[in-house]
């Protein structure tokens, strides 16, 4: 039977998180907004205990916690949320990185077009920021600074810590995609420095369709987002629109499960990530960045392409060559062209991502894969 291998791209639903779904749709069905019944008095009881656990994460206060559909949604709302305070106080600056999603990326390319500067800072071969780069880019109308927390291709950890210190006397927003890490790699993204914070529910076991953006309170005030749909005033009028009652019930307990075992589930992917370099060492692959996620090895070896690698893997392991959210697009990965990688090594990258539902990566049939390509 094919191993999933994939859970960058998205994981399962926990079995009692899909229980808790079904009952949230079955049973307690009402309204969060219904006042006037015990329908609707459960149902928003059920989503403030989420708004909790989702906010105990990172530290956050429950009040921070506005729930969307996922981190794609999250991160339009924190830029292009930012463009009416920027353009009234002529603060059309922002700074971001060449390797974000493309989630954060067009949100961004849009408010290029309408006016704004934007500075791209590069990335290393190793895939990370260079913060004095950052530094340098800081001017007096910089509003918004987007970087994402790990990479979704290659698992890159960006040093959040410093770009906090980095902004310690900046009057600039910090939006931090997070979408791969919370939860999962919590070191970092609950320094309060960091004034917004994108989540997807399906990275961590929770359903697709359901995500957060926590907005988090600098000097009692929080960044000055204005919505971009319109509707029932729903999420402080920031994401207005009937809650997803059962997914936010989910997600949230989701949460509560990854934060309580956020270390021993890091340990078992470092473990199951350690013994897969052994093995892939032996046959010369380059490891694309480094330091890495422990969940995730994207790999390249020299003389493989890995569209020839996915077939071969066919039945053994489900893999990808690049973002899902790109696979319909034949250009090569622009976050490994950042790191200015040559083509036959994007040609030849592979990434493998785990979790602690993963017993064992067959690194055997993996590696006796590549060999039959050699
Ligand atoms: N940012 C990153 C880093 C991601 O990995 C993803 C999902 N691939 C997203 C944003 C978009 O998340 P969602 O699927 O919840 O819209």
Known sequence: MTIYLDYNATTPVLPEVADLVYKMMVDEFGNAGSRTHEF????KRA??????????????????????????????????????????????HI????????????????????????????????????????????RDETCLVSIMHINNETGSIQPIGDVCQALASHEAYLHVDAAQSFGKYPSDIDNPRIDLVSVSGHKLYAPKGIGTLILRRRDFTKPPLTPIYLGGGQEKGLRPGTLAVPLIAGFGLACELAQKNAQKWC??????????????????AEFLCNPTSPYVLNFSVPGVNSEALMVQLKGIAAVSNGSACTSNSYTPSHVLSAMGLNEEKIAGSIRI??????????????????????
């Open 267 to 284: 340990e078992h992917a470092a473990f199951l990530k350690a013994n897969l370099m052994d093995s892939l060492k032996a046959l010369n």
């Open 95 to 138: 700074i971001t990185t060449k390797i974000e999603h493309k989630s954060v990326l067009e949100p961004i390319k849009h408010l290029q077009k309408q006016g704004f500067d934007v500075t791209y800072l590069n990335v290393g071969e190793s895939g990370d920021i260079d913060v004095n780069e950052l530094k340098a880019a800081l």
């Open 40 to 43: 609707g008095v459960a149902a």
């Open 353 to 374: 991502s785990w979790s602690h539902l993963t017993k064992t990566v067959p690194s055997d049939e993996i590696c006796r894969s590549i060999k039959e390509l050699l």
């Open 47 to 92: 989503v403030e205990l989420a708004r909790g656990q989702v906010a105990n994460v990172v530290g956050a206060e429950k009040s921070e916690v506005i729930f969307t559909s996922g981190a794609t949604e999250s991160n339009n709302i924190a830029i292009l949320g930012l463009r009416e305070f920027a353009e009234a106080n002529n603060k059309k």
